[in-house]
Each structure stands twice: as C-alpha cells, then as structure tokens.
Nanobody, 115 residues
Framework: QVHVVESGGGLVRPGGSLRLSCVVS????????MNWYRQNPGKEREWVAS???????NYADSVQGRFTLLRDNVKNTVYLQMNSLKAEDTAVYYC?????????WGPGTQVTVSS
C-alpha cells in the first residue's frame, strides 16, 4: 500500500522561505505523478504544483516563479521549495501521489505566513 507523508510546514514571515517534503513509501517514485495542493478552512482544495519527471513541473499562476518542485527518486521524496512567501500562501499543504492504480493523500502540513 502506498503512503505519503508531508513535513516542513511552520510559521514564516512574509518574504521568507520554507521547504516542504513529501516522502513516498510502498512504491517507487519514478512512475508516480506527484502533486501539491493547499486548503484553508471553508474553502476548496486548490492545486499548487505537479511533477511527473525530475526535470519539469507545472505550477499554478499564483505560485509561478516563487515555488519550485524538486524530485529525488533515490530518496523517494518530492520537495516544494517555497520562496517569497505571502500571507495568502497560508494553508494546509497536501501531497498527492497519482498513478493508474494509486491516488493517495498525505495528512497535510500547516504553513502560516504572518508577521
């Protein structure tokens, strides 16, 4: 069974940086599409970024140029490097692993951007 667990969230000031990690267990990372979403209470879950290979990622317009996906197939880990954070980036961030037979979500990690 495939599991994913996020970590790295916390409190950061506007303009600061955080790096979130998503560790995959139960299967290799290489054939998974890995996605990041975020959600605030009372709002729909919002897609943030996706990667299907180590060298390319897709990003929501709201984070383009500030967030970067890093994929380490050896460590079975995907990282979301978040720079120039804004208050509106505050949310619970979720990692999702996707394949024809896999659709697994992690428990989430809280990111709070506040002065």
């Amino acid at each position: 069974q495939v599991h994913v667990v996020e970590s790295g969230g916390g409190l950061v000031r506007p303009g600061g940086s955080l790096r979130l990690s998503c560790v995959v267990s139960g299967t290799g990372l290489s054939d998974l599409a890995m996605n990041w979403y975020r959600q605030n209470p009372g709002k729909e879950r919002e897609w943030v970024a996706s990667t299907s290979n180590p060298h390319y990622g897709n990003y929501a317009d709201s984070v383009q140029g500030r967030f970067t996906l890093l994929r380490d197939n050896v460590k079975n880990t995907v990282y979301l490097q978040m720079n120039s954070l804004k208050a509106e980036d505050t949310a619970v961030y979720y990692c999702n692993a996707l394949r024809w037979d896999v659709n697994t979500w992690g428990p989430g990690t809280q990111v709070t951007v506040s002065s």
